[in-house]
């Protein structure tokens, strides 16, 4: 069997906690940040978890993780 190819973009992006599951940093924060709302922007602060219903797709995309 030849090796699997990790997607290099979603390695990138993603980073896998002790207990399996994918950790990532949410989108919105970079420019244009005064047209949101202050409570969008404090929702956008932190991290978040991958959905369980995403990880079979993100299995493909990073099969060694």
Do not use: C
């Not at 990138?12 to 207990?19: A, L, M």
């Not at 950790?23 to 959905?51: C, F, I, W």
Request: hydrophobic residues 25%.
């Amino acid at each position: 069997m030849p090796k699997i190819k990790t997607n290099s973009g979603a390695a990138k992006r993603f980073k896998v906690t002790k207990n399996k599951k994918l950790k990532y940093q949410q989108a919105g924060r970079r420019h244009l940040l005064e047209s949101d709302s202050p409570k969008m922007n404090r929702q956008h602060r932190g991290s978040t978890y991958v959905h369980e219903s995403d990880m079979t797709r993100m299995k493909q995309l990073l099969p060694y993780m």
